[in-house]
């Protein structure tokens, strides 16, 4: 099992920045990708970003392509993703999820383990 807890989120102006984190506990964190999902109301679960096991490769929905950056820290069991110049389309619950196959996939039904979730809500 892998203990996923998300953190960093909150209510921010367009144009700003947040940064957000996922700590995990249980089995070795350097055996999962790690990937950021996110959610708004009455919308389908949406692929974010993700990074390979090592950090050395990492993939961005186009959306947030050249915005947001993806990055983990396996000494700290951690996972980041910095969000920058937000917009109110950013506006969701973001999720992050542990991938045990080391194949990139954006589909959420691939991801084994997730976190509760953390709200970002973006004003103009």
């Known amino acids: 099992q892998v203990q996923l807890v998300e953190s960093g989120g909150g209510l921010v102006q367009a144009g700003a920045s947040l940064r957000l984190s996922c700590a995990a506990s249980?089995?070795?964190?350097?055996?999962?990708?790690m990937g950021w999902f996110r959610q708004a109301p009455g919308k389908d679960r949406e692929f974010v970003a993700r990074?390979?096991?090592?950090?050395?490769?990492?993939y961005y929905a186009d959306s947030v392509k050249g915005r947001f950056a993806i990055s983990r820290d396996n000494a700290k069991n951690t996972v980041y993703l910095q969000m920058n110049s937000l917009n109110p389309d950013d506006t969701a619950v973001y999720y992050c999820?542990?991938?045990?196959?080391?194949?990139?996939?954006?589909?959420?039904?691939?991801?084994?383990?997730w976190g509760q979730g953390t709200q970002v809500t973006v004003s103009s």
């Open positions: 999820a542990a991938d045990d196959q080391p194949f990139y996939t954006s589909d959420p039904r691939a991801y084994d383990y």
């Open positions: 990074i390979s096991r090592s950090g050395g490769n990492t």
């Open positions: 249980g089995r070795t964190f350097s055996r999962y990708a």
